[in-house]
């Protein structure tokens, strides 16, 4: 759809576009091929998650939790678990922290192939790199299935621990995906990022100064990409990730193959956390013997819990007034708030342009919609 | 990172008549809060933002809760004359009786913020506010001009709860269609009776269902 007002040219980029990721619109002013005005436009995919929340009790939505980020089910689970966990002050297992750690950062290592392929994919190079990305992240989801029974909404994680215990067959699993990892990564580095027409179009565009960043509450790899030291996993320790020797991958161009090359060297601090966590994970029980499954009702009170997702900070906010039921639950979605921002990274430049800014972004409208 | 007791110290030694108070939270998490008055809000805001110790320079979640009206039974002791008559002649005597009455406490919105610290990497730090009532008294000053990632935030408070941001610079819906009246996460929003429903093998939506077609069938009755 398009309309002229003045010289400016009015043009709905979406919601049906294959480059927005899902039902997702922007509506652009074009002055020739140049954005003067962009404001992106969702809702689209809106059920009111957060009403469900309170309709239901604290256990009934953890399974809701896989649908907001749909690609990353199982760090909305620990988010969420996280939170409750906060507000009931319930402790977890040793081995049950491992497996977290474990799934998690199997979820951040399948996010970023399939974030780097879709950015590719979003520049035209149709097909083969992003399917590179999914033949990785097929290993990492036969894993997710064999120990869950679940591809995609893994509903794995509870108040107090984890829902199933890994065999040791599941783990052996797991490192022998881990040590075919890195073979991915240097193949995927070898192929991609030098490449011309990547540095062409990506290099200097889509800037995001960091004081801009941080004003704006932008989070996980678009925020270290503009250099900004802040990784969740360092700052709150939450879990055992103070047990782990990992870095944290920062940007200076604050551009966006800045925000590509974070991902692919995020890939890489994951797969060694991954080899640690693997090699030291201890026997014991995988869930809490006093957490309370059945009649759970927290005292009255509230919590802020969040973690590092695959996209920026994931948290929970819950207030109990004692009930079956969250008095009030709020997700705090990475992505929602990382599209503060999307304009002023587009203005000034070329419309194919606002195509690649959006795909480094990274959003999934499960969560930005809610 | 200073306590809510030192903040709440340090806002009222910047801030002159802050009304600062502080919001125990008696869970275990004991994420306490401070409640700030809405007419110093941006003040106390940039105060935190610059202070060189707190730094809250990443304003990281912005949410409402809802709290409606609450009806609140207490039993009282009354004590009152009565006269009685006794044996042709009256008497005045006091006496005491319990009786229950209901007072009504009138309901807010509140908007609540957590802030952290990127250069000093502490946190939360929470800040609450209330407005008036839930009716015609919702406006609330904008955090948007001191921590851009309000923007969004707020817009989606104002859809969903109904909390006008005053300061804001694009407040409109954000989730909803424009032309939606109402704010769906409200406690007492009732979703509209418009639209056919699919009667399916559960007895509720099936009731619902019949309720409706009926509804329907007595409105073409009427008009015919």
């Known amino acids: 759809m398009m309309e002229a007002e003045g010289d400016l040219l009015e043009v709905s980029m979406g919601p049906h576009h294959p480059s927005t990721h899902g039902v997702f619109r922007m509506d652009v002013a074009l002055d020739g091929e140049k954005v003067v005005r ?333 | 990172m200073k306590t809510v007791e030192e903040i709440k110290a340090a806002i009222e030694a910047a801030v002159p008549g802050a009304g600062v108070e502080i919001v125990s939270n008696p869970g275990p998490s004991a994420q306490h809060s401070l409640l700030i008055a809405p007419e110093s809000a941006v003040a106390v805001a940039t105060f935190l933002r610059d202070h060189a110790e707190l730094a809250l320079d990443f304003l990281s979640n912005v949410t409402g809760v809802d709290w409606p009206d609450k009806e609140i039974a207490e039993k009282v002791k009354v004590t009152r004359t009565v006269t009685k008559t006794v044996e042709g002649v009256e008497q005045s005597a006091e006496e005491t009786v319990e009786e229950t009455r209901k007072r009504v406490e009138p309901g807010y919105l509140e908007v609540v913020y957590h802030f952290y610290s990127m250069a000093k990497k502490h946190g939360p730090v929470v800040l609450r506010m209330r407005t008036a009532n839930r009716t015609d008294k919702v406006q609330l000053p904008s955090m948007t001009p001191v921590w851009r990632s309000a923007e969004f935030q707020e817009r989606e408070v104002f859809d969903l709860f109904g909390v006008e941001f005053t300061g804001h610079p694009d407040l409109r819906r954000i989730l909803m269609w424009d032309g939606f009246k109402d704010h769906p996460m409200r406690r007492d929003y009732v979703e509209p009776d418009d639209y056919d429903y699919e009667p399916t093998a559960h007895d509720e939506v099936l009731k619902k269902a019949q309720a409706h077609q009926a509804a329907l069938a007595g409105q073409k009755g009427a008009g015919e």
Not at chain 1, 348 to 361: Q, R, T
């Open chain 1, 38 to 370: 962009l404001k992106p436009v969702f809702g689209y995919l809106h059920r009111n998650h957060e009403k469900l929340g309170e309709d239901h009790s604290y256990l009934a939505s953890m399974p809701y939790t896989d649908r907001l980020d749909y690609i990353c089910s199982l760090t909305n689970n620990w988010a969420y678990a996280l939170a409750v966990e906060k507000l009931a002050g319930q402790a977890v297992p040793e081995r049950a922290e491992y497996l977290r750690v474990i799934t998690a950062e199997l979820t951040r290592v399948q996010n970023h192939a399939l974030s780097v392929g879709f950015l590719l994919q979003d520049m035209g190079a149709s097909g083969t790199p992003l399917m590179y990305g999914f033949r990785e992240r097929e290993k990492i989801l036969d894993l997710f299935e064999a120990l869950t029974g679940s591809r995609m909404m893994c509903n794995y994680m509870r108040f107090g621990g984890c829902r199933v215990d890994a065999t040791p067959e599941w783990l052996d699993a797991a490192r022998k995906v881990v040590r075919d990892l890195p073979g991915f990564v240097d193949e995927y580095e070898a192929l991609i990022c030098t490449n011309e027409i990547l540095m062409a179009r990506t290099q200097g565009v889509g800037i995001l100064r960091p004081e801009l960043a941080v004003s704006a509450g932008v989070t996980g790899p678009m925020l270290r990409a503009s250099g900004v030291n802040y990784d969740i996993r360092k700052v709150d320790r939450y879990g055992i990730y103070d047990r782990f020797n990992f870095k944290v991958p920062l940007g200076d161009h604050c551009d966006v193959y800045d925000r590509f090359m974070i991902r692919l060297l995020e890939l890489r601090e994951s797969i060694k956390i991954l080899e640690q966590a693997l090699k030291d994970i201890p026997g014991g029980p995988v869930m809490d013997p006093k957490a309370k499954i059945r009649n759970f009702r927290p005292k009255a009170g509230e919590a802020y819990g969040r973690i590092e997702a695959p996209k920026g900070e994931l948290g929970f906010y819950l207030i109990s007034d004692g009930g079956p039921n969250p008095y009030r639950y709020r997700v705090r979605p990475p992505s929602f708030v990382n599209l503060t921002i999307l304009e002023d990274m587009c203005l000034g430049h070329n419309v194919a342009d606002v195509v690649l800014i959006l795909g480094s972004v990274d959003i999934v409208l499960g969560e930005v919609d809610r």
